[in-house]
């Protein structure tokens, strides 16, 4: 079953913060985070592998929260060069990943 | 270090015939993955490998699709026949588990 991801779509301008939220109806052990800018393949930021584990790639942190079976991404003062679509990838039991249906986000100069 | 390497990275093929799609995963990496990935379904996993061999393939969508991994630095996804709903972007990805690292894909169009 898809992960739920929030919001669908945000717009920022440069210097802004977003949160984007990811969650699952199955237990998790890890989480995945993704960004695949148009045209490209995507890469891989983190993965959070504890609970309330929290890790950080530049400006981008995220967090997981395993007894509510969350995670977020936080993208602080946000840059042109994170434009892309982000996805959250929830490791159940298996080991394969389910990935989340995406966030678009656009950063504006 | 060279990251996934897939081929083609274009193909457009005419419905029925047969396409192969090849994939050469990052050395060292133990786990070897297929994605297709279309507007409609978003990312979705077709079959994942372990050490060269499959370990979950229940999201290949019909028998009309297979994949090989006959060694450790090569994989093959194979459609016969091919039909128009297969046109998508098809990635691999290969991994140790703590990420996976996805290759450029390959745009595949049926006519």
């Known amino acids: 079953q898809q992960p739920v991801q929030s919001p669908q779509a945000v717009i920022l301008r440069e210097g802004e913060d977003a949160v984007i939220n990811c969650s699952s109806s199955?237990?998790?052990?890890?989480v995945h985070w993704y960004r695949q800018k148009h045209g490209e393949a995507p890469v891989f930021l983190m993965i959070?592998?504890?609970?309330?584990e929290q890790k950080g790639h530049d400006k981008i942190s995220a967090s997981f929260n395993e007894k509510k079976q969350q995670s977020s991404l936080y993208l602080t003062a946000s840059q042109l060069s994170y434009s892309g679509t982000y996805f959250c990838?929830?490791?159940?039991?298996?080991?394969?990943?389910?990935f989340g249906s995406g966030t678009q986000l656009t950063v504006l100069p | 270090d060279a990251g996934v390497i897939q081929s083609p990275r274009h193909e457009v093929t005419e419905m029925g015939q047969e396409v192969t799609l090849r994939c050469k995963p990052i050395?060292?990496?133990?786990?070897l993955f297929w994605y297709r990935q279309t507007m409609m379904r978003g990312l979705e996993l077709l079959i994942y490998?372990?050490?060269?061999?499959?370990?979950?393939d229940s999201g290949m969508p019909e028998d009309r699709f297979s994949a090989k991994m006959p060694n450790a630095s090569f994989s093959t996804l194979k459609i016969q026949p091919s039909e128009p709903r297969d046109s998508a972007v098809y990635f691999c990805?290969?991994?140790?588990?703590?990420?996976?690292?996805f290759g450029p894909g390959t745009r595949l169009t049926v006519l």
């Open positions: 490998f372990n050490n060269n061999v499959p370990i979950d």
């Open positions: 959070l592998l504890k609970g309330g």
């Open positions: 990805a290969s991994g140790r588990g703590r990420g996976q690292f």
């Open positions: 199955k237990a998790l052990y890890s």
């Open positions: 990838g929830p490791h159940g039991s298996a080991r394969q990943l389910t």
């Open positions: 050395s060292g990496h133990d786990y």
